[in-house]
């Protein structure tokens, strides 16, 4: 799998927050923004937040890949969060907790509608957070060809293994489910990318480097960030050229799809 076209950071900007950054952004040297709306950090009532993030992206939108991250299909503000965030018209859409591939193909409707509306291919960002979703992340990487960004979601998988979050480059559970949710993405074709750390403090940055050293080593194509800090080491360890491909990964998968399917046939 080609990691060329993946972000080598994301940076994220939780909504309610975004009075406060919105004037740093522009200064951010991250390859792309995630605007979060997930209910863990944007209250459903909180319209102000979304009618400020809104406002921001058709004003000011950043020259950098945006991405709109909402919460779980199976959240009760799904539907509504669903069709704000694609009203934006963002190059990515962010849903957490995917399960199943019924949602991965009822997502793939959605953005395909929304397609028509922008005028322009989105993309989808996924993340499985559960053993439920690893059980089945095989079919819902392969259920639709606009995924273009794949993470696991460490916070609740250790809750639902019952453990206290450990670092990557620790053996144990969590790092065998990465391992093999890193070979489920190569064999799908969808980049996937580590989650955030909470080491941003100077003296903290040696530690944050080793786990992106260790994610690069492991196969992941790059790291979501919480604060500016941590990007430029990512940036160092993840020291390819950065090509953005929104919509581009669609064409890929399909023609590798296609492929596939006339070499079965030939042989």
């Known amino acids: ?54 406002n921001f992206i058709r004003a000011r939108r950043p020259s950098k890949e945006v991405v709109v991250r909402i919460s779980s299909p199976r959240a009760d503000t799904f539907e509504t969060d669903l069709d704000f965030a694609l009203s934006l018209c963002p190059d990515t859409l962010f849903v957490s907790k995917l399960e199943s591939d019924e949602e991965m193909r009822f997502l793939a409707g959605k953005l395909q509608m929304a397609e028509t509306r922008c005028g322009r291919p989105l993309s989808l960002f996924i993340s499985i957070e559960s053993l439920r979703g690893h059980n089945r992340r095989d079919s819902i990487l392969n259920a639709a060809d606009c995924i273009s960004l794949y993470v696991v979601g460490y916070e609740d998988l250790s809750s639902n293994m019952g453990i206290v979050r450990p670092s990557i480059r620790e053996s144990g559970p969590l790092r065998r489910v990465l391992e093999a949710s890193i070979k489920s993405a190569h064999s ?80």
């Open 1 to 54: 799998m080609d990691c060329l076209g993946a972000p080598r950071s994301l940076h994220f900007i939780p909504a309610p927050s975004l009075g406060r950054f919105a004037d740093k952004i522009p200064h951010i040297d991250a390859d792309g923004f995630i605007f979060d709306i997930n209910t863990t950090v944007c209250s459903p009532r909180d319209t102000a937040s979304r009618e400020n993030l809104s």
């Open 188 to 267: 799908a074709g969808v980049p996937i990318v580590d989650s955030v750390s909470f080491m941003y403090r100077p003296n903290e940055l040696a530690a944050f480097r080793a786990e992106v050293e260790c994610g690069k080593e492991l196969g992941l194509c790059g790291k979501l960030s919480v604060h500016p800090n941590q990007i430029p080491v990512i940036h160092e360890v993840y020291d390819r050229p950065y090509r953005p491909r929104v919509g581009k990964i669609r064409t890929e998968r399909r023609q590798g799809a296609s492929s596939d399917t006339a070499s079965q046939l030939s042989a």
